[in-house]
């Protein structure tokens, strides 16, 4: 089973500032995958970067980008150049390669202040 | 292209009653799951199906049962419904290990 912790429940950043938000993660497998999804207040899950545990590369999504430290297990994300938009709440995910699981951390708010 | 969709997208209960939600997806997807969404505790894996024909237990089972009618088709029972299954439902479809995509949601609440 994997685990996902996302320490800060909320989190606030002024328009055209930088945020980042953490994720750790627990897991025995080698390979796996870790995502980070947007909700906004629409509900919606919307995909906002992938990483393969494999590649050593960290991703990145126009103003989207994360940094993965495989051995301590840690998936941060950062988001360059807030706006308005990207005011949702955030989650950290992983998926086995075992069994195509998702599991969740719990979220972290976002709001971007005007 | 639709994606997923999930019908209804708001439903209100009596604890006893039983209801069933509707979740298809026209990606030709082989696995689909089933989450429930509660504040401060993420996304939560009901049950899941790795192909047609195969469903399996996940995080929270208890309470629920479902069904993968076809390919495309993957419901999501509640027989008797309780106050503690008020939550927010979210369906998903995918293939291997590519990301998961997410119907709207089901916002049930149970009296």
């Known amino acids: 089973a994997q685990t996902v912790t996302q320490s800060q429940p909320e989190m606030s950043v002024q328009e055209a500032e930088t945020v980042t938000l953490s994720c750790t993660y627990d897991?025995?497998?080698?390979?796996?995958?870790l995502f980070w999804y947007k909700q906004p207040p629409s509900r919606q899950m919307i995909l906002v970067i992938r990483?393969?545990?494999?590649?050593?590369q960290n991703a990145t999504e126009n103003r989207f980008s994360v940094n993965f430290q495989k051995a301590a297990k840690s998936f941060s994300l950062k988001i360059s150049d807030s706006q308005l938009g990207d005011t949702a709440m955030y989650f950290c995910?992983?998926?086995?390669?075992?069994?195509?699981?998702?599991?969740f951390g719990a979220g972290t708010t976002v709001t971007v202040r005007a | 292209n639709a994606g997923v969709t999930q019908t209804p997208k708001f439903q209100v209960l009596k604890t006893g009653q039983s209801m069933t939600l509707q979740c298809a997806q026209d990606?030709?997807?082989?696995?689909m799951y089933w989450y429930r969404q509660d504040p401060g505790m993420g996304l939560r894996l009901i049950y899941y199906?790795?192909?047609?024909?195969?469903?399996d237990k996940g995080e929270v089972p208890n309470g629920y049962n479902v069904s993968r009618l076809n390919k495309r088709e993957f419901s999501l029972r509640l027989e008797s419904a309780a106050p503690s299954q008020t939550s927010v439902y979210f369906c998903?479809?995918?293939?291997?290990?590519?990301?998961?995509?997410f119907g709207d949601g089901t916002r049930l609440s149970i009296l």
């Open positions: 199906s790795a192909s047609e024909g195969t469903t």
């Open positions: 897991t025995s497998e080698n390979n796996y995958y």
């Open positions: 998903a479809s995918s293939v291997g290990n590519q990301p998961q995509h």
């Open positions: 990606m030709n997807h082989n696995s």
């Open positions: 990483q393969e545990a494999y590649k050593q």
């Open positions: 995910a992983s998926l086995s390669s075992n069994d195509y699981k998702l599991s």
